[in-house]
């Protein structure tokens, strides 16, 4: 069995936010692969279904960002699993929008809801890294991170979020090459290949002057001289 879990924060207010998208990214495998209802379970909400030939758990904690560690424990506590079972998907600022790498193991590189789970757990589990991009000061990471997706992020994110939730089987096989190559086509589809131009037509060859017959000569004589010669 895997444990999918998606970072965010519950309730309506933070439901667009950029540090969200983890939420966002299960939300989307749930619709896709016809997953059952969400229901409050582990100080979050889960929905249960299959994967790659695989039981797999969604999780949303709702414990808020900071303590996301709390909801992931009790799951894998419950279920009897090993840190190699959890994949963790979450908003990543050193990536650029649109960017998504797989990492297992490392540092939380400030991100609340990993260092959560870091302190729970240790840090031998999967993270997808969903690239949000970085405000350019440290100083406005928090209201960046807490603000909304504009209306042009979503050129990238609702292929994203499809291709996730297209390559949620290779994954959960442990194939994320075939995970990224799915995301890889839906952020850039194959361009319809251009057809290939018709060869020009040459023009026709034009005919060989027929020579005209040159006219004969004027006759002027008159109708009785023309009688006359034609009797002689």
């Given at each position: 069995m895997k444990l999918l879990v998606g970072l965010g924060n519950p309730g309506a207010k933070y439901a667009a936010n950029r540090h969200n998208v983890g939420f966002m990214a299960v939300d989307a495998i749930a619709d896709g692969h016809g997953f059952g209802p969400w229901r409050s379970k582990f100080n979050g909400v889960i929905s249960e279904g299959r994967l790659g030939g695989e039981k797999v758990l969604l999780q949303k904690p709702e414990t808020y960002m900071n303590l996301s560690g709390d909801a992931v424990q009790a799951a894998m506590k419950f279920y009897k699993l090993e840190l190699g079972d959890v994949i963790v998907f979450h908003d990543e600022l050193d990536l650029a929008p649109g960017k998504l790498r797989i990492k297992t193991g490392g540092g939380h590189?400030?991100?609340?809801?990993?260092?959560?789970?870091?302190?729970?757990l240790g840090p031998g589990f999967s993270r997808v890294r969903i690239g949000i991009g970085h405000p350019g000061d440290k100083r406005l990471v928090s209201n960046y991170v807490l603000g909304d997706f504009s209306k042009y992020d979503n050129d990238w994110l609702e292929?994203?979020?499809d291709g996730i939730s297209e390559g949620a089987d290779d994954l959960v096989r442990g194939d994320n090459s075939g995970f990224m190559n799915a995301v890889a086509r839906r952020l850039a589809p194959n361009k319809p290949q251009k057809q290939a131009k018709a060869p020009e037509a040459k023009p026709a060859k034009k005919p060989a002057p027929v020579a005209e017959p040159e006219p004969e000569p004027l006759d002027e004589r008159t109708m009785l001289q023309k009688l006359a010669d034609r009797f002689r």
């Open positions: 590189a400030g991100h609340n809801g990993l260092r959560s789970i870091d302190a729970h292929p994203m979020l």
